[in-house]
Nanobody, 125 residues
């Protein structure tokens, strides 16, 4: 199983980025994939999660109306579209998948078996 994130970078406040999580090594018919982030000095937190069967879930009120999660089952890729970015969105963003075959999202990071390497998002004020 491999997850590869891309799309991070430096952006001014109010700007947009789209992160990609390219997945391989497992069936893309049944999955639950989450986008987590970890800011310096803070715990890792789940931002959004998408399930192949249950749709998507927000876990941080601060991103509602600004971030969306989507998937392309042909490309085996999950996206995190981030609009109206704020300096407090600055973090390393990770995608992670739950144990293979499980399709329910969960906000505890210990419940995710496989992780990408992370991509840095920096929002300047």
């Amino acid at each position: 199983v491999q997850l590869v994130e891309s799309g991070g970078g430096l952006v001014e406040a109010g700007g947009s980025l789209r992160l990609s999580c390219a997945a391989s090594g497992f069936s893309f018919d049944d999955y639950a994939i989450g986008w987590f982030r970890q800011a310096p000095g803070k715990d890792r937190e789940l931002v959004l999660c998408i399930s192949s069967w249950e749709g998507s879930y927000y876990y941080q009120d601060s991103v509602k109306g600004r971030f969306t999660i989507s998937s392309d089952n042909v490309k085996n890729t999950v996206y995190l579209q981030m609009n109206s970015l704020k300096p407090e969105d600055t973090a390393v963003y990770y995608c992670a998948v739950r144990p293979l075959g499980l399709t329910s999202c969960n906000d505890w990071d210990h419940f995710y078996d496989y992780w990408g390497q992370g991509t840095q998002v920096t929002v300047s004020s």
